[in-house]
């Protein structure tokens, strides 16, 4: 299926690692030019290497003014994902403040941010857009020991849909993709424990976890035009977690 990205400027938020990464080379290899976002300089310097061309841009998306700063002149965009989020786990009764201020400055206020960002931008040149959040199986679902991250991705899924029905006039789609546990490496390291794993593998009809590739050929899709008349929803890619 051709899906039309060569020559679209596309924006990717959390681009060092997992996901974001895995969105930003597949998108390189679709000949669409890409501004990877991350806070972790070696990691952009290193999709650098492996992506020749693309724009980086270091930045703590957790920090409004720093992203303002960074972002504020990016110039034309055509297309965004927001990838970057955090997941600090906690008991419910044990949660922090400090976790649960840094989980919502960068799994929710950061997406309303950089898509003001880029919705502004594309409303000026009077441009169609998509945008894709990449929120969670973990949205519509409950997890022990996720409370402030589910909540996040709840919230990150009504903002989605809001953000579609005021978007849609200027010809901005928006839609969520949700999927399980991803085999990132940090997917990997929160869920290498067998019985852990068992017990969210128990829940999944196809009885395993997401690959990255899987999460990214449901977000090239949805950034494409071959979803034109999709936006407001939550895509999953979970196995089947949420019929469950």
Request: with cysteine.
């Amino acid at each position: 299926m051709e899906l039309g990205l060569a020559g679209r400027r596309v924006l990717v938020t959390g681009a060092g690692k997992g996901i974001g990464r895995g969105t930003v080379q597949a998108l390189h290899a679709a000949g669409a030019r890409v501004v990877a976002v991350s806070r972790t300089l070696a990691d952009l310097d290193s999709l650098v290497r492996e992506c020749p061309g693309i724009e980086p841009v270091c930045v703590d998306l957790g920090d409004w003014e720093a992203t303002e700063r960074a972002l504020g002149s990016v110039g034309p965009v055509d297309l965004l994902v927001n990838n970057a989020a955090v997941a600090l786990l906690q008991p419910f009764l044990e949660v922090t403040k400090d976790a649960f201020d840094r989980s919502f400055e960068v799994n929710l206020r950061a997406v309303i941010q950089v898509s003001q960002i880029v919705a502004r931008g594309l409303i000026a040149r009077g441009a169609p857009g998509a945008i894709v959040n990449i929120s969670s199986q973990c949205s519509q679902r409950a997890v022990t020991n996720h409370s402030v991250y589910c909540s996040t991705k709840g919230a990150l899924d009504m903002l989605t849909k809001v953000m579609a029905l005021e978007l849609g006039p200027h010809k901005i789609r928006v839609n969520a993709v949700n999927p399980t546990v991803v085999m990132t490496h940090m997917g990997q390291a929160n869920w290498s424990d067998p019985y852990k794993a068992k017990t969210m593998l128990d829940r999944i009809p196809l009885g395993k976890f997401a690959e990255v590739e899987h999460v990214v050929d449901a977000i090239l899709f949805l950034l494409s035009d071959r979803s034109g008349m999709t936006t407001g929803s939550t895509l999953p890619v979970e196995g089947g977690f949420w019929a469950n």
